[in-house]
């Protein structure tokens, strides 16, 4: 029996479905950070909880670490438990890896978490500076400003303390680690790389505003009701 063989063994087999499922997913939604011009070379990684079953633990599936976007497909993607231990896969996993899992241990909601690099929301993070809540975009979306992480290193999950100290009890579904760059939660990956896509974009827009003179800021009222006609009644339901 070869290795990928003997670590297949280690995913439970209620849970053998949704965890390929959840690989082809995964591989889908990465192709969308270069498509948006959100990550360079190998840059950033979107990670995707599937929930545990008949006893079993949650698992995470996320990218191998330092793979070309070319390479990923449903077979490249790793699984790993909650710890960051992998379970599945012939690569290493993402550096990110005890970041995405130390959010899904402490945030329950949270089933899919996205880092890039991307060049406005990065240099925002570069400055220490919270993007302020001047775009109605913003209300919708992150209802209120997003807000800066601390200052950590990669490697272990002080990254992922961060990120979650940061955005519990906050509206935002993104932050910005500081001298690193963005991280986003969403209720799924997909709804996380929607996110990522929208920050880069209100990073870019108010950047450029703030070129031109001082952007307005939009009352506290005003950015409640937005938020709640965004959450509650845009859209399809």
């Known amino acids: 029996m070869n290795e990928k063989e003997t670590t297949m063994t280690?995913?439970?087999?209620?849970?053998?479905?949704?965890?390929?499922?959840?690989?082809?997913r995964v591989a889908d939604l990465h192709a969308e950070l270069p498509r948006w011009e959100l990550v360079a070379w190998t840059a950033g990684n979107v990670s995707e909880r599937v929930p545990g079953a008949d006893g079993h633990p949650d698992l995470l599936v996320i990218k191998p670490s330092g793979v070309s976007y070319d390479d990923l497909d449903a077979d490249a993607m790793v699984?790993?438990?909650?710890?960051g231990e992998l379970l599945e896969g012939?690569?290493?996993?993402?550096?990110?890896t005890a970041a995405h899992a130390y959010v899904y241990r402490h945030m329950p909601d949270v089933n899919g978490v996205v880092h890039t690099h991307?060049?406005?929301?990065?240099?925002?993070?570069?400055?220490?500076e919270e993007i302020p809540c001047v775009?109605?975009?913003?209300?919708?979306?992150?209802g209120g400003p997003i807000p800066v992480g601390p200052f950590a290193i990669i490697g272990d999950d002080s990254i992922g303390r961060g990120i979650v100290e940061t955005l519990s009890g906050h509206r935002s579904t993104a932050v910005l680690m500081q001298n690193h760059g963005p991280f986003t939660i969403g209720a799924d990956a997909k709804k996380a790389v929607k996110t990522a896509v929208l920050l880069e974009?209100?990073?870019?827009?108010?950047?450029?505003?703030?070129?031109?003179?001082?952007?307005?800021?939009?009352?506290?009222?005003s950015i409640d009701s937005l938020y709640d006609r965004y959450q509650n009644v845009y859209g399809q339901h």
């Not at 280690?10 to 082809?24: C, F, L, N, T, Y």
């Not at 012939?90 to 990110?96: G, L, Q, T």
């Not at 991307?118 to 220490?128: D, H, K, L, P």
């Not at 775009?135 to 992150?142: A, H, K, Q, Y």
């Open 10 to 24: 280690e995913i439970p087999a209620a849970m053998r479905g949704a965890v390929d499922e959840a690989k082809s």
């Open 79 to 83: 699984v790993c438990d909650l710890d």
């Open 90 to 96: 012939e690569r290493s996993p993402s550096s990110d």
């Open 118 to 128: 991307s060049t406005y929301a990065t240099a925002w993070a570069a400055r220490g």
């Open 135 to 142: 775009l109605t975009m913003m209300g919708d979306e992150f």
């Open 201 to 221: 974009e209100v990073a870019r827009t108010v950047h450029i505003s703030r070129e031109l003179g001082d952007p307005l800021p939009i009352p506290q009222k």
